[in-house]
């Protein structure tokens, strides 16, 4: 047998896979997997059908075509007041995912140590395993998701290179004040760490809080990257068309880990979301409001079950926690809910490094047609 890496040791299946195939097995409503059971925008897939035609179908520029580079600039400009210079500021990647693959494999390597809010998207801890880097926890706690000042300070020490923060955050829906981003900006100004910034679901807020970029901060613009991803923004999630933002310093860096990962993504969607940011504001209001309603029917729903929910801000997740005397833990009654109940969650305990909270909880994903959740919530209401 020949031996896989060490540092891909500790991998095994993601939960996502595990609970989507039973899922399936069982025929299940699935208020698990992390995306719409829904289409997209019809008039963004017409764009892309166009390009293809028009012959938009060979490789573009590394860094991606300008046409979307400058469309996310715009955004930024405009929803934020953030300035990218579009030739070598942003950097458009295969999703998110590859964006955080990029950026922290640019800066991190053997001894360095990256701090880490749990629950967390488990891309993260998997992409620091793969520079051969630590990670260090800071915990998020239930009810509000809050993390404690001294807690962060004390992850922080001499190896430190990097703090990841995810806002609005999956699995959570949290999304962090101005007065926490504050500190987390603090920390970084004072021990010159990078701060990379999941802001995949930037524009997914409810209840009129604003998402702020960490990057708008005084100061915090040379030591940030944002990464977003147009598959939240647009509920296309199987385009995996996401990007980067950062000082051309740091942008030189992602960039050369992104020639040799994909070097580029594919053109016609490239073109397609550009248009889709040029023709945004009417779509984004109509975005949210459906996001909003959806929010509130599953939150508003779950309240009359043995699962309350727990506020969610932003995303299209909320976690509930697990009816009163369980004894199993998150994992085992997940997979009792699917089997029995024919309802898939997500237990949240893999998200956690440090602290058990998350086997007290479930994640639930609202990204769902009203018919999926309205099923969902009669299967909770029934729970016995
Ligand atoms: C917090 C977070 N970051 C990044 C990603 C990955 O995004 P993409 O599909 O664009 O790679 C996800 C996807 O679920 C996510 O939840």
Not at 10 to 32: D, P, R, W
Not at 244 to 269: G, R, Y
Request: proline share 4%.
């Amino acid at each position: 047998m020949i031996k896989p890496a060490t540092r891909i040791e500790g991998m095994g299946t993601s939960i996502f896979s595990t609970m989507s195939k039973l899922s399936e097995e069982y025929k299940a409503v699935n208020l698990g997997q992390g995306f719409p059971d829904f289409d997209g925008p019809e008039w963004i897939k017409e764009e892309a059908f166009k390009a293809m035609k028009e012959g938009k179908n060979q490789y573009g520029p590394s860094n991606g075509i300008y046409k979307l580079r400058s469309a996310i600039s715009l955004i930024d400009k405009k929803y934020y007041d953030l300035n990218w210079n579009p030739d070598d500021e942003i950097t458009v990647t295969a999703g998110a995912t590859e964006a955080l693959y990029c950026s922290i494999n640019a800066f991190i390597q053997s001894g360095d140590e990256v701090v880490i809010f749990e629950p967390f998207y488990d891309s993260y801890t998997a992409d620091v395993a793969l520079a051969g880097a630590k990670c260090r926890f800071v915990t998020l706690y239930k009810p509000d998701f809050n993390f404690k000042i001294d807690e962060l300070e004390n992850a922080i020490n001499k190896n430190t290179k990097m703090i990841i923060i995810n806002s609005p955050h999956n699995p959570t829906g949290k999304v962090f004040t101005k007065d926490e981003l504050d500190i987390i900006s603090s920390f970084a100004i004072k021990h010159n760490l990078i701060v990379v910034s999941d802001e995949a679901y930037e524009f997914m807020t409810y209840d009129n809080r604003t998402h702020i970029p960490i990057a708008t901060l005084p100061g915090m613009r040379n030591h940030t990257i944002t990464i977003s991803s147009t598959g939240k923004t647009f509920g296309m999630t199987g385009w995996k068309v996401g990007y980067a933002k950062a000082c051309k310093e740091l942008t030189n860096s992602i960039q050369k880990i992104h020639q040799w990962v994909t070097f580029t993504i594919n053109t016609p969607n490239q073109h397609a979301i550009a248009f889709g940011f040029n023709n945004f504001d009417d779509y984004l209001l109509e975005f949210r409001k459906s996001y909003q309603t959806k929010r509130n029917l599953l939150f508003n729903g779950l309240l009359d079950t043995q699962f309350k929910p727990l506020n969610s801000f932003g995303t299209y997740f909320l976690m509930v926690n697990l009816p009163k005397n369980i004894l199993q833990n998150d994992v085992e009654f997940a997979i009792k809910l699917v089997k029995e109940y024919k309802i898939a969650t997500i237990p949240p305990s893999l998200f956690y490094s440090k602290s058990d909270e998350g086997s007290t909880m479930l994640r639930l994903c609202f990204a769902k047609r009203e018919d999926t959740l309205l099923k969902g919530i009669d299967i909770l209401k029934a729970y016995k």
